[in-house]
């Protein structure tokens, strides 16, 4: 393998420039971020914590293992949609009693933990991972159910995240709940395969006392309608009674330990990058073309890339790595469109990573495939849909990076959501539309052209990350310079090669 090396220079105008710009992009994610953590502010925490009671990421810190990381999920869903942000729920990949499993925790400060259409949704992408992966789903509930206000789009929402929890149960994948409180509707406490209750703290029903009054005229308390006594003695949901939270987290920890096999791997040799990951705060400017080669140098173990055809296709490189011990193929854009060269490339090299049988690792930057006569003539749309077939049936995991632009249907071909990868980040910087901004413009343009009225002119969607984000089209905003580190824990949970999901899509 070649060792990588670098020509960012962090004393010239370029590297500070683009810097600044990342760095500004980073502070708009962080606040965001900010707003999803507070949960429902300050008054409704107080009032949490002033009744003995954990916050979700109180739990889940109490519940993972020490010294290990929680990398959290779609913590942006909701971002920009007039929904809280972060969706009244956390989610994330943790190490519970040595096994990786997928964590969901209820936010009870964001209006008593209801359910909206972003909470089903970041709920669905959990499970899916989970699925997929094989991964033990834990989940730490405190719900009201449904928000009355979501209508059909939440019936339906919710309807299928039923389906997922009994299609999980089907597959053999385990489930583990806790309810630290009141939860409503037909939930997983009922489908896990271990739950745990804590006494006189948590309630599991179909309705409460109020609608159960206004459907049936009967009055009845909290305790005697789906008290944790009630479903320890007389229905069975709950296996176990917990005697505070920090019991709960106790005793699903024993679960995992229980039902959950052991992960053991061979210690691997792992040799850092060369060049320092602080860089790759200058390495991209917006969505504009860059030469991924100086993230590989920052991200690949020792800074090693045995790159494949890099004569042929050159807007596209390929190439072979690893990252924390766990080797992988990449594909990375290089240049702004992908022409029939980088489109037959493509394809041959997620052939080869098959056969190979390792993870593919996208990193997206690009405006979309090659546009004109000669593109057409030299079969652009044959070889493009090739690659989608290609792609769409590859039986190797992939992990997506989005690092700039992800326009049109490459930029959903090389890692999209539509192609289903197991993992999809984004870049502060990372852009998606139907088409790049000028296309867009020119669009406009043409449309005012032949209708005077200006009727036709598309309206220009949000495609930042932010937005993405938000609506749950990826799995989150991160840092550039923790690139090197999601991958390795994503890579870390992939189980054998060849495992499937049935699950749809968030």
């Known amino acids: 393998m070649a060792i990588l090396e670098t020509s960012l220079d962090p004393r010239t105008p370029s590297y500070l420039d683009n810097r600044g710009l990342m760095t500004a992009a980073l502070g708009e994610v962080e606040t965001a971020?900010?707003?999803?953590?507070?949960?429902?502010?300050?008054k409704h925490v107080t009032r949490?914590?002033?009744?003995?009671?954990?916050?979700?990421?109180?739990?889940?810190?109490?519940?993972?293992?020490?010294?290990?990381?929680?990398?959290e999920l779609s913590t942006l869903a909701g971002y920009g949609t007039g929904r809280p942000v972060g969706a009244g729920v956390v989610t994330g990949l943790a190490v519970v009693a040595g096994r990786p499993c997928v964590l969901t925790a209820s936010d009870p400060t964001v209006h008593g933990g209801s359910l909206n259409a972003y909470t089903l949704r970041k709920l669905a992408r959990a499970a899916e991972i989970a699925l997929a992966n094989r991964l033990p789903l834990v989940s730490l509930v405190e719900s009201d159910g449904p928000d009355p206000a979501g209508g059909g789009e939440l019936l339906l929402a919710g309807g299928a995240s039923l389906r997922d929890q009994a299609l999980l149960r089907a597959a053999g994948v385990p489930a583990i709940c806790a309810v630290f409180g009141v939860v409503s509707g037909v939930t997983l406490p009922a489908i896990a395969d271990q739950t745990i209750l804590v006494r006189g703290q948590a309630r599991v029903h179909l309705a409460g006392p109020h609608l159960v009054r206004a459907a049936?005229?009967?009055?009845?308390?909290?305790?005697?309608?789906?008290?944790?006594?009630?479903?320890a003695t007389r229905t069975g949901m709950a296996h176990q009674l917990a005697e505070d939270e920090r019991d709960a987290l106790r005793l699903v920890r024993l679960a995992v330990d229980r039902l959950c096999p052991e992960v053991t791997e061979s210690p691997r040799q792992v040799v850092a990058p060369r060049h320092e990951p602080e860089d790759l705060l200058a390495v991209a400017r917006g969505d504009d073309a860059f030469d991924p080669r100086e993230i590989l140098a920052r991200v690949l173990d020792a800074s090693?890339?045995?790159?494949?055809?890099p004569l042929f296709g050159e807007r596209l490189r390929t190439g072979f790595g690893s990252v924390h011990g766990h080797r992988i193929g990449v594909i990375a854009s290089a240049g702004p469109l992908l022409g029939v060269d980088e489109a037959t490339k493509a394809a041959r090299f997620v052939q080869l990573a098959a056969a190979a049988r390792v993870p593919l690792v996208f990193l997206p930057n690009t405006r979309g495939f090659g546009l004109g006569v000669a593109q057409e003539g030299g079969g652009i749309s044959v070889h493009a849909a090739a690659l989608v077939q290609t792609i769409a049936t590859c039986p190797v995991p992939m992990i997506t990076i989005a690092v700039?632009?992800?326009?049109?249907?490459?930029?959903?071909?090389?890692?999209?959501?539509?192609?289903?990868?197991?993992?999809?980040?984004?870049?502060?910087?990372?852009?998606a539309a139907v088409l790049p901004p000028d296309q867009l413009e020119a669009v406009a343009v043409h449309r005012t052209a032949v209708d005077e009225t200006g009727a036709g002119t598309p309206d220009i969607p949000p495609a930042s990350a932010l937005h993405e984000s938000g609506l749950l089209h990826d799995d989150g905003v991160i840092d550039p310079r923790d690139t090197r580190t999601v991958l390795g824990i994503c890579l870390s949970v992939l189980p054998s090669i060849g495992a499937t999901s049935t699950l749809g899509g968030a």
């Open 48 to 71: 949490h914590h002033a009744r003995g009671k954990l916050l979700p990421r109180e739990r889940i810190e109490l519940l993972v293992d020490r010294d290990s990381a929680f990398l």
């Open 216 to 231: 049936t005229g009967e009055s009845v308390d909290d305790e005697a309608l789906g008290g944790s006594t009630l479903h």
């Open 304 to 309: 090693q890339f045995d790159e494949v055809a």
């Open 33 to 42: 971020f900010a707003r999803a953590v507070e949960g429902g502010g300050e």
């Open 404 to 431: 700039g632009g992800a326009h049109g249907s490459a930029g959903q071909v090389l890692g999209g959501r539509s192609m289903r990868p197991r993992f999809l980040f984004s870049w502060p910087n990372a852009r």
